[in-house]
C-alpha cells in the first residue's frame, strides 16, 4: 500500500524558504518507472504543478518557479524547498506519485492529503 504525507512548517515568513517533506511508505522512491511530485492549490485557484524528481533522480520543474524550486529526494522522503516565498506562494501543498514508464508522463497515481502552508509575517 503505496501511501504519501506531507509534512512542513504551517506559516513561512516573506522572502524566507519554504521546506516541505513527503514521507513516502509501502514503496521506494527509486523504482523504476515512476517519478515524485509536487504541486499546489491557493485557495479557490486551480492546482499548479510544481515540479517533479524521477526514479532515477532527474528533476523537471515549473518554468514559473524553475528559479525558485529545487527537489531532492532521500531515503523514503523527498522534499521541496521553495526560497524567496511572497504571499502569492500561500496555499496548499500536495506530494503525488505519478508514472513515468520511459520518460513518459503517465499522470498521478497516489496523493498525499496535502498541507496548507501560509506565507505572513
Known amino acids: 500500500q503505496v501511501q504519501l504525507q506531507e509534512s512542513g512548517p504551517g506559516l513561512v515568513n516573506p522572502a524566507q524558504t519554504l521546506s516541505l517533506t513527503c514521507s513516502v511508505s509501502?514503496?521506494?522512491?527509486?523504482?523504476?518507472?515512476?517519478?515524485w511530485s509536487w504541486m499546489r492549490q491557493p485557495s479557490g485557484k486551480g492546482l499548479e504543478w510544481l515540479g517533479v524528481?524521477?526514479?532515477?533522480?532527474n528533476t523537471y520543474y515549473n518554468p514559473a518557479l524553475k528559479s525558485r524550486a529545487s527537489i531532492s529526494r532521500d531515503a523514503s522522503e523527498f522534499s521541496l524547498q521553495l526560497n524567496s516565498v511572497t504571499l502569492e506562494d500561500t496555499a496548499v501543498y500536495f506530494c503525488a506519485r505519478i508514472g513515468w514508464p520511459r520518460g513518459t508522463y503517465y499522470g498521478v497515481e497516489y496523493w498525499g492529503k496535502g498541507t496548507p502552508v501560509a506565507i505572513s509575517s
Open positions: 509501502g514503496t521506494s522512491i527509486t523504482v523504476s518507472n515512476y517519478a
Open positions: 524528481i524521477t526514479y532515477d533522480g
